[in-house]
């Protein structure tokens, strides 16, 4: 089996819901649709979300380095060479979701040839996730109520706050409200995507204490090394690298250096084969991880969820998996379905995600 060729589609879905956090927002998914086609006739998929907010990356340049610069260095390979392909890729520095989703779609053409399902071929430890669902900025009783909906249509009983506002009182009084109108039983935690400076997180800690809250992503630069280390160090719940470890050389420095002490996992930066080596590094120092969301539509999550229920450490908490449900639309031909609060991997080879090429024809850009 020899790669033949390999398509960047871009295309754009509007969302009916737009998602606003502190580095960004988000009104359409103008992502990039991976498509390699081996000389036996399968094709293996993947979805790119351009994030230049995060990793600098856009749509144009996704569809540049995967045209130009892997497309012609992977062409001809056996598809079950990842460890080429990986080394190739990593000719050219930085790229990272252009690189995971080549990686995501050579896993999925490994699964067909197989005729076995990528979750199983990645460890198959669980048959489906628990879903966080991720609450972007919004007046705090707004918050509450997108909460409840959630838990009543979804069973979704964990949730992920966007903060990193200001003045701090507009964040710390929307944990007090989720808290008090949720109840106990609900888990909720923190992503400031760096909006902070490493003393106002430790502010916000303070004055959400006894709150149960379960960890704090991203507070501050992690390149605002010192203030950082002090806050992990003085925090009582897990500070969560997210865009500061897309790599696993990156998740070693930040947690070797205490920049963070729990990782976030997204498949769409990282792809299947660099985030197994992120999760050993995890497992093996005894760090928690989550299996976060880049703002994936359905082709994402799915990804998302076959790597996350396919190893222990990595379906034990709920993995960020609903924002697809914000989407006008998908190009996923079977929609993903969110029942009791979890999503199911796919019981066929591959990893499942299987395109609507009608709706490919409707929202593709390049046609
Ligand atoms: C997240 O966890 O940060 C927002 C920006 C980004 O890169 O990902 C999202 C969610
Ligand atoms: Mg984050």
Redesign the pocket.
């Known amino acids: 089996m020899k790669i033949e060729r390999i398509e960047a589609i871009p295309y754009s879905i509007p969302y009916t819901h737009p998602?606003r956090?502190a580095?960004?927002e988000v009104h359409a998914a103008e992502h990039v649709l991976i498509r390699i086609t081996t000389d036996d006739g399968l094709v293996g998929i993947a979805d790119t979300p351009p994030?230049p907010?995060?990793?600098g990356e856009t749509q144009a340049s996704i569809m540049a380095v995967v045209r130009d610069i892997f497309a012609p260095a992977l062409t001809g390979l056996d598809p079950l060479d990842r460890e080429k392909a990986q080394r190739i890729m990593a000719r050219t520095v930085h790229n990272d979701t252009a690189k995971g989703a080549v990686d995501i779609a050579l896993w999925d053409l490994i699964g067909k040839s197989l005729g076995t399902p990528v979750h199983k071929l990645l460890g198959g430890y669980a048959d489906s996730m628990r879903v966080s669902h991720?609450l972007g900025f919004k007046p705090a009783q707004e918050l509450l109520e997108e909460a409840q909906r959630f838990g009543e249509e979804y069973g979704i009983t964990t949730f992920?706050l966007?903060t990193g506002r200001r003045p701090l009182s507009l964040d710390v009084e929307a944990v007090h409200v989720l808290r008090e109108g949720l109840g106990d039983g609900v888990e909720i935690y923190l992503?400031a995507?760096r909006g902070w400076t490493a003393n106002e997180a430790m502010e916000v800690l303070r004055r959400t204490d006894g709150l149960g809250l379960t960890a704090l992503?991203?507070p501050c630069d992690a390149s605002e090394a010192m203030g950082r280390r002090r806050l992990v160090q003085h925090s009582a719940i897990p500070i969560t690298g997210?865009?500061s470890v897309p790599t696993p050389g990156d998740v070693s420095r930040e947690l070797l250096s205490g920049g963070c002490n729990a990782i976030?996992i997204?498949t769409a930066r990282s792809g299947f084969t660099q985030a197994t080596e992120i999760l050993g590094l995890c497992t093996g120092l005894g760090v928690d991880v989550t299996m976060?969301?880049?703002?994936d539509t359905q082709i994402g999550s799915l990804a998302t969820v076959t790597f996350g229920a396919a190893h222990e450490a990595s379906q034990r908490r709920a993995g960020?998996l609903s924002n697809f449900l914000d989407m006008a639309d998908d190009l996923l031909a079977e929609p993903l379905e969110i029942h009791d609060g979890a999503i199911r991997v796919r019981e066929v080879p591959g990893v499942g995600a299987e395109i609507d090429e009608d709706k490919l024809a409707r929202y593709r850009q390049d046609a």
């Open positions: 998602l956090f580095s960004g994030r907010y995060t990793y991720m992920k966007k992503d995507n992503e991203e997210d865009e976030c997204k976060g969301n880049q703002i960020e």
